[in-house]
């Protein structure tokens, strides 16, 4: 044991697919899920920035590609079951980070320990990078969601997920990145040709219209 196993684990991140279980297209793993995450944010970051917000990149960039690191050793949970509750979400929670504890203190020399403690605990909090890191994880899963609509897959899971991610972007719609996103980005993803493409369309109008209605 040693940082040697850390390292050779992130190779293992590349083998543990999202929303498994499920018929997919295309096969997202948690490496390329943190890594898009991490670019969606960077951009995220400086549309605040432009806004007039003053960003911790090195805060954001830590979460990004930190956030899902525990997925290590429970896998992917899909969406609409871990969230499902209250309670089960911080059940979820608590064995990720009792497990991540006893990898750090097993593989990582002492004085790093508490380094990796925080690097790996859960990122999405009240501070401009965990709100931005909590719309960027969203807006990619968003995506992963909408290829496989986009494809025709007829899973009605990835049309549930699509809409949880939706709902939780607009949950943070006073962030100068989300106005962004629904003004500029979310309207060409819609412009795409796609199977149910009005269907679709009407869903994502409704979403945003109630919460707006709020």
């Excluded at 390329?32 to 991490?38: G, I």
């Excluded at 960077?42 to 432009?50: A, S």
């Excluded at 809409?163 to 980005?185: G, H, P």
Aim: aromatic share 14%.
């Amino acid at each position: 044991m040693g940082v040697h196993q850390y390292f050779k684990s992130l190779s293992d991140l590349e083998k543990i697919y999202r929303c498994p279980g499920k018929f997919k297209f295309q096969e997202h793993s948690v490496a390329s899920h943190s890594f898009k995450v991490a670019k969606i944010a960077q951009f995220f970051g400086h549309v605040e920035e432009h806004a007039g917000n003053e960003v911790n990149w090195r805060l954001l960039y830590q979460k990004a590609l930190n956030h899902d690191y525990p997925e290590l050793f429970t896998g992917d949970i899909k969406t609409p079951v871990k969230y499902s509750s209250k309670e089960l979400h911080q059940l979820f929670s608590q064995v990720e980070e009792e497990m991540t504890k006893n990898f750090i203190n097993g593989v990582f020399p002492e004085e790093y320990r508490a380094i990796y403690l925080n690097l790996f605990k859960e990122s999405k909090d009240d501070t401009l990078e965990g709100k931005i890191l909590s719309v960027a994880d969203k807006v990619d899963l968003l995506y992963e969601s909408f290829g496989e609509i986009q494809k025709g897959n007829p899973e009605p899971l990835f049309l549930e997920i699509y809409e949880e991610s939706l709902r939780t972007i607009l949950q943070f719609s006073e962030m100068a990145s989300v106005r962004y996103f629904l003004d500029s980005i979310l309207p060409d993803l819609l412009s795409e040709r796609f199977i149910e493409h009005s269907e679709l369309r009407v869903i994502t109008n409704e979403i945003i219209e109630n919460e707006f209605k709020k």
